[in-house]
């Protein structure tokens, strides 16, 4: 079909991952329960910084960001799903796909942007804590979220344009439980390869730079907590940076290898996998 035939009353079908059979049924409330927990979870987290004063610090306010960010990730995909997998109704318009992928694409380059502020604002504290109000100052701190979250809408845009400037055929039905770029992308009916090559440079940018940051940051965090004197304080610096490491593994790892590996050797099994 051409794109001029396409209007955004025009659907695709969601194949999604899960069917109706007993193990799938306990792995989608296993879903439910792991979204509840982070709704919930990320909720407490931006109101309990908002209300308390003692927590607007930069630390604090990059943390209610990120949470943000989680929070709106969880509810463009998984509330679709679970709409679907319950209605038996799979379909979604042209107009809900360039949605959500602008929405994910865009939330995505700003917690990756977030994380990486979030690494920087760790290693001034540890490594440079008497500068820590010049270096970590309230407008600094604004200007990180501010270009975090512009970036992360421009990656948005400009992936949505080219992505809906595609014409789509065939079954129409994408292999996934919803609009990812790589998946929408196997329906093309023509040649993807410059998008795929614009979509590398994009994850250059949005995702091998800010992995840059949090390496060098992490790195000097680390010789700064090998020449700590007091056990206790390694202890601090350790338990501030561990867990934001294990974040960042997973997080930077799985968007990599969907978004960085060439389409045409991703089997959708292995993209709704990771």
């Known amino acids: 079909m051409a794109w001029e035939n396409q209007t955004f009353t025009y659907n695709f079908i969601l194949l999604g991952i899960l069917d109706y059979s007993p193990t799938h049924i306990f792995l989608f409330s296993l879903v439910l329960?792991?979204?509840?927990v982070a709704f919930m979870g990320n909720t407490a987290m931006i109101l309990?910084?908002?209300?308390?004063?003692?927590?607007?610090?930069?630390?604090?306010?990059?943390l209610s960001q990120l949470s943000?960010?989680?929070?709106?990730?969880?509810?463009?995909?998984?509330?679709?799903?679970?709409?679907?997998?319950?209605?038996?109704?799979?379909?979604?318009s042209l107009a809900g796909c360039g949605a959500q992928i602008f929405i994910y694409v865009s939330l995505l380059g700003a917690e990756c942007f977030l994380l990486a502020a979030m690494a920087y604002d760790c290693c001034v504290a540890i490594c440079c804590p008497l500068q820590y109000s010049t270096l970590m100052s309230q407008k600094i701190c604004g200007l990180m979220v501010i270009s975090s979250w512009l970036v992360g809408s421009l990656g948005g845009i400009i992936v949505i344009i080219v992505a809906l400037s595609f014409p789509y055929c065939g079954?129409?039905?994408?292999?996934?439980?919803?609009?990812?770029?790589?998946?929408?992308?196997?329906l093309s009916c023509t040649n993807t390869l410059l998008f795929e090559r614009?979509?590398?440079i994009c994850c250059v940018i949005m995702l091998l730079f800010p992995v840059a940051v949090i390496t060098?940051?992490?790195?000097?965090?680390?010789?700064?907590?090998?020449?700590?004197?007091?056990?206790e304080s390694r202890r601090k610096a350790f338990a501030t940076c561990s867990s934001h490491l294990v974040v960042v593994g997973m997080y930077y790892g799985a968007a990599m290898f969907i978004y960085m590996w060439p389409i045409s050797d991703l089997s959708p099994t292995q993209d709704k996998t990771v």
């Not at 329960?33 to 509840?36: A, D, K, N, T």
């Not at 969880?74 to 679709?80: D, F, L, Q």
């Not at 129409?172 to 929408?184: G, T, Y």
């Not at 060098?216 to 056990?231: C, E, K, N, T």
Request: with cysteine.
């Open 198 to 200: 614009l979509m590398f």
């Open 68 to 92: 943000l960010t989680d929070l709106m990730l969880i509810c463009t995909t998984v509330p679709k799903m679970a709409f679907n997998y319950l209605s038996g109704r799979k379909s979604i």
């Open 48 to 62: 309990l910084i908002y209300l308390d004063t003692h927590l607007h610090t930069p630390m604090y306010f990059l």
């Open 216 to 231: 060098a940051s992490s790195a000097r965090v680390l010789l700064a907590v090998i020449h700590m004197g007091s056990g």
């Open 171 to 186: 079954a129409r039905e994408i292999p996934h439980f919803f609009c990812d770029v790589p998946a929408l992308l196997t």
């Open 33 to 36: 329960g792991i979204f509840s």
